[in-house]
């Protein structure tokens, strides 16, 4: 058996990081997009759009991340498609992403006065160009400090990729659990990683808040 | 053909109907206040001619668009009626040149350019020029009000709605506003207005409506009315605000 | 279509399921009581203690919010024993349950403290309240019901969370949902029927929690 230094185990680990990094930027980003799209359908008072986003949100946020992975993992699998861990959770991730900040988002679309809307309306504005020009350059600035906390879930979240074997940060842990077994020295430094993933993100969005608490 | 006609509206929020078919017509040219007791209808008739709250039944046309249409053209409605509110509305991010500068961009998509020769001209206009690059919320209630009202002129409305806009000013401030005001019905812009301010009613008015439970229950040119108020409603309504 | 949804094969394993789901339950509903307490105990060490015990409340919190469950799962069932601690798979869920959630609620419950008039306080000290009267009738009390949205939130986050324990083996509905799952390959058809009995606890949880508000906290 390969002797492993706590070097070893160390770097290891962090190449393994990369991924969580990798996984975590492409979530949060396409979560945002799609997240933005929802957000639009969600507030734009068409029944069937606002009925559609609801149940999306309801079961993305009401169901476990880790069936969600799950779901995709062996239901893109019943059209015959070749999946891939990475495919479905990067998938998964995305959409777990976009419900979260589509309700976050709308709660900050909402607590724009609704005179912004009906004097956006006045001048002939458009549902689109109401949000594009009036409500969302309002609403991002509340937005800001708890969409930064959000990705700290994230971020966390990625680490359920590796149940289904997608080899990002904590599914490395296992592994070189399994070479080592050393465990209390494999799980501290994964929690220890993870930590300083999260922690600058935790703090910032505190700072974030703090600062448009203080603007008020 | 009136410019702003309006024909039997009826309007009920849930069971509470407020409007209980008011008919109105407003020539080109003409200053129509409106006065009447708090909840007899006033904002919610204002707010059915843009477009802002749908009616049931009746009939609004504005500049020859039917309002409450299946398919209305609120977009190309409100390009023409403008409306200013009560609580000003300024857009907060935006500076005073950017909130006068956006429906034309945006809606008219004139160039940014001329958009501002635009803003220059009408913020002149309301003596906010020096004003342009300031922000809302540098800006006194009385100057904000101005700017509401630049902001609507910018799209070169053919009528202009104003509901109750003094009625949050400090009382310094509200000549200022409708010093404003008076001197657009000099330049003969059609205003439909909502107001408290009877002596503003009956000087600068062309026409005086007075609401009362969700109906037109007198109108005429406003001296007259003022004069000889024909309905016991509106001699007790102008005796207690006297 | 190139594949049949068959969850007629599901049938044979309902008491599986059925012993899966309850233990999801308990292990929620325990580690809600345990956690809220753990979080009680927190806020108040943390906003009244002294200040060295106000710190390791901060790192406890900090540490757990900014780091994945699953993870800290591993690290009590996997890494304590080699620390001389060992845990039953189930044993070593309610630990990290209750870990995981008294973090959130000891932040929660702090920031509903911190909402409190100072006036509120030093009303009840003056009524010749003890330090412990205060906290308990004026200071938790007025913090709890601020704070009751936020961390009926929680405990369905957590709940949802709980889907991992099945990594460790403790018997939970995705640990029934596996074994399901490898018994009759019927995975998706499986990991639906778990999705959505999890979905139907969160509303419930839900609607439960807000009638139990009402009641806790109806207009006093
Ligand atoms: N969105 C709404 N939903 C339900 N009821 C409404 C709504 N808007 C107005 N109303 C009701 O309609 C009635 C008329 O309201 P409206 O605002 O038109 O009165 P108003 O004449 O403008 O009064 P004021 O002088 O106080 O502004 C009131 O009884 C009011 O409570
Ligand atoms: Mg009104």
Same mark, same amino acid.
């Given at each position: 058996?390969?002797?492993?230094?706590?070097?070893?185990?160390?770097?290891?680990?962090?190449?393994?990081?990369?991924?969580?990094?990798?996984?975590?930027?492409?979530?949060?980003?396409?979560?945002?997009?799609?997240?933005?799209?929802?957000?639009?359908?969600?507030?734009?008072?068409?029944?069937?759009?606002?009925?559609?986003?609801?149940?999306?949100?309801?079961?993305?946020?009401?169901?476990?991340?880790?069936?969600?992975?799950?779901?995709?993992?062996?239901?893109?699998?019943?059209?015959?498609?070749?999946?891939?861990?990475?495919?479905?959770?990067?998938?998964?991730?995305?959409?777990?992403?976009?419900?979260?900040?589509?309700?976050?988002?709308?709660?900050?679309?909402?607590?724009?006065?609704?005179?912004?809307?009906?004097?956006?309306?006045?001048?002939?504005?458009?549902?689109?160009?109401?949000?594009?020009?009036?409500?969302?350059?309002?609403?991002?600035?509340?937005?800001?400090?708890?969409?930064?906390?959000?990705?700290?879930?994230?971020?966390?979240?990625?680490?359920?990729?590796?149940?289904?074997?997608?080899?990002?940060?904590?599914?490395?842990?296992?592994?070189?659990?399994?070479?080592?077994?050393?465990?209390?020295?494999?799980?501290?430094?994964?929690?220890?990683?993870?930590?300083?993933?999260?922690?600058?993100?935790?703090?910032?969005?505190?700072?974030?808040?703090?600062?448009?608490?203080?603007?008020? | 053909?009136?410019?702003?006609?309006?024909?039997?509206?009826?309007?009920?929020?849930?069971?509470?109907?407020?409007?209980?078919?008011?008919?109105?017509?407003?020539?080109?040219?003409?200053?129509?206040?409106?006065?009447?007791?708090?909840?007899?209808?006033?904002?919610?008739?204002?707010?059915?001619?843009?477009?802002?709250?749908?009616?049931?039944?009746?009939?609004?046309?504005?500049?020859?668009?039917?309002?409450?249409?299946?398919?209305?053209?609120?977009?190309?409605?409100?390009?023409?009626?403008?409306?200013?509110?009560?609580?000003?509305?300024?857009?907060?991010?935006?500076?005073?040149?950017?909130?006068?500068?956006?429906?034309?961009?945006?809606?008219?998509?004139?160039?940014?350019?001329?958009?501002?020769?635009?803003?220059?001209?009408?913020?002149?206009?309301?003596?906010?020029?020096?004003?342009?690059?300031?922000?809302?919320?540098?800006?006194?209630?009385?100057?904000?009000?101005?700017?509401?009202?630049?902001?609507?002129?910018?799209?070169?409305?053919?009528?202009?709605?104003?509901?109750?806009?003094?009625?949050?000013?400090?009382?310094?401030?509200?000549?200022?506003?409708?010093? &404003?005001?008076?001197?657009?019905?000099?330049?003969?812009?059609?205003?439909?207005? &909502?107001?408290?301010?009877?002596?503003?009613?009956?000087?600068?008015?062309?026409?005086?409506?007075?609401?009362?439970?969700?109906? &037109?229950?007198?109108?005429?040119?406003?001296?007259?009315?003022?004069?000889?108020?024909?309905?016991?409603?509106?001699?007790?309504?102008?005796?207690? &605000?006297? | 279509?190139?594949?049949?949804?068959?969850?007629?094969?599901?049938?044979?394993?309902?008491?599986?399921?059925?012993?899966?789901?309850?233990?999801?339950?308990?292990?929620?509903?325990?580690?809600?009581?345990?956690?809220?307490?753990?979080?009680?105990?927190?806020?108040?060490?943390?906003?009244?203690?002294?200040?060295?015990?106000?710190?390791?409340?901060?790192?406890?919190?900090?540490?757990?919010?900014?780091?994945?469950?699953?993870?800290?799962?591993?690290?009590?069932?996997?890494?304590?024993?080699?620390?001389?601690?060992?845990?039953?798979?189930?044993?070593?869920?309610?630990?990290?349950?209750?870990?995981?959630?008294?973090?959130?609620?000891?932040?929660?419950?702090?920031?509903?403290?911190?909402?409190?008039?100072?006036?509120?306080?030093?009303?009840?000290?003056?009524?010749?309240?003890?330090?412990?009267?205060?906290?308990?009738?004026?200071?938790?009390?007025?913090?709890?019901?601020?704070?009751?949205?936020?961390?009926?939130?929680?405990?369905?986050? @957590?709940?949802?969370?709980?889907?991992? @324990?099945?990594?460790?083996?403790?018997?939970?509905?995705?640990?029934?949902?596996?074994?399901?799952?490898?018994?009759?390959?019927?995975?998706?058809?499986?990991?639906?029927?778990?999705?959505?009995?999890?979905?139907?606890?969160?509303?419930?949880?839900?609607?439960?929690?807000?009638?139990?508000?009402?009641?806790?906290?109806?207009?006093?």
């Amino acid at each position: 058996m390969l002797k492993f230094s706590f070097w070893d185990i160390l770097s290891n680990l962090l190449i393994a990081t990369e991924w969580t990094i990798i996984l975590s930027l492409i979530a949060f980003f396409c979560g945002g997009i799609v997240g933005l799209i929802l957000l639009f359908m969600r507030t734009s008072g068409v029944k069937p759009l606002e009925w559609f986003t609801k149940s999306y949100i309801e079961f993305f946020q009401g169901t476990p991340l880790l069936m969600q992975l799950f779901l995709f993992f062996f239901g893109i699998a019943l059209f015959g498609v070749e999946v891939s861990p990475w495919m479905a959770a990067t998938l998964a991730l995305t959409l777990w992403t976009s419900a979260f900040l589509t309700e976050i988002w709308r709660g900050c679309v909402e607590s724009i006065p609704k005179g912004q809307w009906e004097a956006s309306a006045t001048l002939a504005l458009t549902y689109i160009e109401q949000m594009r020009y009036v409500i969302l350059p309002q609403a991002a600035r509340i937005a800001i400090a708890p969409t930064v906390g959000f990705s700290v879930q994230v971020v966390k979240g990625t680490a359920l990729a590796s149940i289904i074997g997608f080899v990002e940060l904590t599914k490395a842990g296992t592994m070189l659990n399994n070479a080592t077994f050393r465990p209390f020295l494999v799980y501290s430094l994964v929690a220890a990683i993870y930590f300083c993933l999260c922690f600058p993100l935790s703090w910032f969005a505190k700072k974030l808040e703090g600062r448009l608490n203080a603007a008020r | 053909m009136p410019l702003v006609s309006i024909r039997d509206v009826r309007k009920s929020f849930g069971a509470l109907e407020v409007l209980k078919g008011v008919s109105l017509e407003v020539e080109k040219g003409d200053v129509v206040a409106i006065i009447g007791r708090s909840g007899s209808g006033k904002s919610t008739l204002l707010r059915c001619i843009n477009g802002l709250e749908a009616y049931q039944s009746g009939a609004i046309l504005a500049d020859g668009i039917e309002v409450g249409g299946l398919h209305a053209n609120l977009r190309e409605l409100r390009r023409h009626v403008g409306m200013v509110f009560q609580q000003f509305n300024l857009f907060p991010h935006l500076t005073v040149a950017g909130n006068v500068m956006l429906a034309q961009t945006v809606v008219n998509k004139t160039p940014k350019k001329e958009a501002r020769e635009i803003a220059a001209e009408v913020l002149a206009k309301v003596g906010l020029s020096e004003k342009m690059d300031a922000w809302p919320s540098q800006l006194s209630g009385g100057q904000q009000q101005r700017v509401a009202i630049a902001r609507s002129l910018a799209m070169r409305p053919k009528v202009l709605l104003c509901d109750e806009i003094t009625s949050a000013l400090d009382p310094e401030l509200v000549n200022e506003v409708l010093r &404003v005001v008076e001197q657009l019905a000099k330049e003969g812009m059609t205003l439909i207005l &909502v107001t408290h301010e009877m002596r503003f009613a009956r000087d600068v008015g062309t026409k005086l409506v007075f609401m009362h439970h969700g109906r &037109v229950h007198e109108q005429g040119a406003p001296k007259e009315v003022f004069a000889a108020p024909k309905t016991p409603e509106l001699q007790q309504f102008v005796g207690s &605000v006297a | 279509m190139l594949y049949k949804l068959e969850f007629g094969d599901l049938l044979p394993y309902w008491d599986v399921l059925l012993q899966g789901l309850v233990f999801t339950i308990v292990l929620t509903v325990v580690s809600t009581v345990a956690g809220i307490a753990v979080g009680t105990a927190g806020a108040s060490a943390r906003t009244f203690g002294p200040a060295w015990l106000g710190r390791v409340v901060v790192v406890y919190v900090e540490l757990i919010r900014n780091t994945p469950f699953i993870v800290q799962l591993f690290f009590i069932f996997f890494g304590l024993p080699a620390a001389g601690v060992t845990l039953s798979e189930t044993t070593a869920a309610f630990i990290a349950m209750v870990i995981n959630l008294g973090a959130y609620s000891t932040e929660i419950i702090r920031a509903g403290i911190q909402a409190i008039p100072k006036g509120h306080i030093e009303a009840g000290v003056s009524l010749a309240m003890s330090k412990w009267e205060v906290l308990r009738h004026i200071v938790l009390n007025q913090a709890f019901r601020k704070i009751y949205p936020a961390l009926s939130s929680q405990i369905i986050i @957590v709940m949802l969370g709980s889907s991992v @324990v099945s990594q460790i083996s403790a018997q939970d509905l995705t640990y029934a949902a596996n074994f399901v799952a490898s018994r009759n390959f019927r995975n998706f058809e499986v990991y639906l029927l778990a999705a959505l009995a999890y979905l139907l606890l969160a509303m419930l949880t839900r609607s439960l929690l807000r009638g139990l508000g009402r009641i806790i906290f109806k207009a006093e």
